[in-house]
């Protein structure tokens, strides 16, 4: 069974400071990898996704996250934080397997101090 | 992106009353549901996966028979909570996938969660 770890449980930081969260995830195949972001009072977003191809994937709003295979990690990474990225941040997986579920991460609680 | 709406937004209810909760994806079809719970300060736990036209998958631990799951379109699921009691209180989110997407690369998409209160 596959499960993730994002071993951040509260990030606190400045504006403009850069960000990065840690997740790593065990499965033996082949995963597809998510981020998430939940907004306070709001649903889940999806912030960015790896499929195949470049390890380097670019969401929005300025993320990004890199996928090492050897590590099983795909930490979220941004530059310059802002106010408004203070959110729950979930990272998810699922196994490239048609039909399989997402197991999410416990998530990182983001917050910006202005 | 894709749309998918859960409704209502919030319910408060009796312990011992039945709870329906529905939700639809409104502008692509879902061959695909599924319905999470969440905890305070805790991950989505995936309760079931339903697909249209057949009965749902349960995780290891979720009632079948108090979490009733029914999905009679490409476009509706709907979760009812049945005898509900004070511990069933969380907050619940379906999600759905795009039927005409790959499978291998098609995302999930959320709706906004419903909190129920049972009292």
């Known amino acids: 069974a596959q499960s993730v770890s994002q071993h951040n449980h509260h990030v606190i930081l400045s504006e403009a400071a850069s960000l990065e969260l840690g997740c790593n995830y065990s499965?033996?195949?082949?995963?597809?990898l998510f981020w998430y972001v939940q907004y306070p009072g709001q649903h889940l977003q999806l912030l960015l996704k790896?499929?195949?191809?470049?390890?380097l994937v670019k969401g929005i709003k300025g993320f990004e996250a890199e996928f090492i295979k050897s590590k099983f990690s795909f930490n979220l990474r941004k530059p310059s934080v802002q106010w408004s990225d203070t959110a729950e941040y979930f990272c998810?997986?699922?196994?490239?397997?048609?039909?399989?579920?997402?197991?999410f991460g416990t998530g990182t609680r983001l917050t910006i101090i202005p | 992106g894709a749309v998918v709406s859960q409704h209502p937004s919030r319910v408060i209810c009796k312990s011992g009353t039945s709870v329906k909760i529905e939700c639809r994806s409104l502008?692509?079809?879902?061959?695909?549901m599924f319905w999470y719970r969440q905890f305070p300060k805790k991950s989505l736990m995936l309760m079931a996966t339903?697909?249209?036209?057949?009965?749902?998958?349960?995780e290891q631990g979720v009632e079948k028979d108090k979490f009733l799951i029914n999905h009679a379109s490409l476009t509706l699921s709907t979760l009812t909570v049945t005898s509900a009691h004070p511990e069933d209180s969380s907050f619940y989110i379906c999600?759905?996938?795009?039927?005409?997407?790959?499978?291998?690369?098609?995302?999930?998409?959320f709706g906004p969660g419903t909190r129920l209160t049972v009292l």
């Open positions: 999600s759905a996938r795009d039927r005409t997407a790959n499978p291998s690369t098609d995302t999930q998409y």
């Open positions: 499965y033996g195949g082949t995963v597809n």
């Open positions: 790896y499929f195949s191809g470049d390890p």
């Open positions: 998810a997986v699922r196994s490239n397997f048609g039909n399989e579920k997402l197991t």
């Open positions: 502008d692509f079809q879902a061959t695909t």
């Open positions: 339903s697909n249209e036209g057949s009965k749902a998958t349960y």
